[in-house]
């Protein structure tokens, strides 16, 4: 299979840059949200539609973001 309709973008969930991914696998989408700077993934979620799926990742993406202690340097 091959991704289809893939599409990025950068926002902000509580405070930090996230990076999310989104594309279709045959009739299921997947998407994927990432900590912007060293890009590590936050989580992978799949929908049955693109809004679906990023309305996942987002709320998984919130819930460990903002778990996240911010230190003062």
């Given at each position: ?8 973008r ?18 299921e ?6 900590n ?17 799926a ?7 993406a ?9 230190h003062?340097?």
């Amino acid at each position: 299979m091959k991704a289809e309709e893939y599409q990025e973008r950068k926002l902000e969930v509580v405070g930090w840059p996230v990076n999310l991914a989104s594309y279709r696998l045959g009739t299921e989408w997947h998407s994927k949200a990432d900590n912007v700077s060293p890009g590590a993934a936050l989580c992978r979620t799949t929908g049955a539609s693109r809004e679906e799926a990023e309305e996942k990742a987002l709320k998984r993406a919130e819930e460990l973001l903002g778990r996240t202690k911010r230190h003062t340097v």
